[in-house]
DNA sequence: GTCTATAGTGCGATAGAC
DNA sequence: GTCTATCGCACTATAGAC
């Protein structure tokens, strides 16, 4: 018999959503997440580096979201296309089911401006990414950096919106109704 | 004779940039940071929500650069246009005297991760505020909200641009260059 | 102004899997 | 034996409560 039970870092991850949803963020203690999940203080801080990462880990697969479109795209496609293309893959993974976990995922963040904070910072460095893919593909600068910020931006608007009260579109639709707003508001 | 020296917001301010230059952030403690401004750590939290905060706070002008030009504009002046007006502005405020201390701060927060949230922070309630003024002038959404991301994102491009090694340039052109980047960037 | 809870770190011990 | 996941303990600094 094994004397651990796997998958701590799930177990840690789905037992902090529930007691921040239940408590609030700051009224829960490391401590207490550990103890539910069945594990120790130190053990928490083993699989994340702080207590608000225990939210954000594990989208790596997000990150590819948005880079598989953009390789796979031919050369010399100009960078609002490249975008365009990351956007319209983007849309597609964001189903009808996942919208009720989004919305319970997103007030906890809301309601905190820490987990804000931290929210901020990886879609940063998901421009960062975008951005060093663009040059990669021969798009100078500053072009490459503007499609990057342009693009992520509208993707967190659209999903902004598809999680918002009410709502009931798809986030491929909010995300092109979002890409064209954005392109009558330059063309005055 | 006063029984406390005044100032001593600003002493902190200017104690605690010396002292992060010098060691770090991480291994600067606010006890320190205090002590060399012949304080308390009670009264550095006093004026300071956080350790990061005494970094950031005292930049109430910073947000008029961008609100005053905006409202100054006739009703009417479309989005793209109030961007364009508040991006003069805010270039006219960075003159080249500013540029050593904005690159010897930016050194900090770039070296920090911690710091860096807390700066898209302030963004991002820059971003949010514009977006209210764009609303209150008639303007739709997703437009409003599209154009201040789009805003505070040039702004804030150029700005990182400006304290680059070796630039020279302007902020005033630097925004114009990332302007009409991003106006070039979806006339495809 | 003082006290204390909590976050987060460093290092070592332990117990299995291989 | 090596490697890896967990635990235990001591410790510091932040930040908020009193």
Do not use: C, N
């Not at 998958?7 to 609030?24: D, I, N, T």
């Not at 990150?63 to 960078?79: K, S, V, Y």
Request: proline fraction near 4%.
């Amino acid at each position: 018999m094994a004397r651990w039970q796997p998958g701590a870092r799930e177990r840690l991850q789905s037992v902090a959503l529930r007691l921040f949803a239940e408590r609030g963020f700051e009224q829960t203690t490391v401590a207490e997440i550990a103890a539910a999940a069945e594990l120790t203080e130190r053990t928490f801080f083993r699989h994340f580096a702080d207590k608000r990462e225990v939210l954000f880990a594990g989208q790596e697969d997000f990150l590819q979201l948005f880079t598989d479109p953009i390789e796979a795209a031919p050369a010399g496609t100009p960078a609002y296309e490249l975008v365009r293309r990351a956007l319209e893959a983007a849309g597609e993974f964001f189903p009808l089911e996942r919208r009720t976990f989004a919305r319970t995922r997103a007030a906890i963040i809301g309601g905190e401006p820490a987990l804000q904070e931290r929210e901020l910072g990886k879609l940063a460095s998901l421009k960062t990414r975008l951005g060093e893919l663009m040059r990669d593909r021969g798009i100078g600068e500053p072009t490459a950096t503007l499609a990057a910020e342009a693009g992520v931006t509208i993707f967190h608007l659209a999903f902004q919106q598809w999680i918002a009260d009410g709502e009931e579109r798809s986030m491929g639709e909010l995300a092109r109704e979002r890409l064209d707003a954005m392109a009558a508001l330059v063309s005055v």
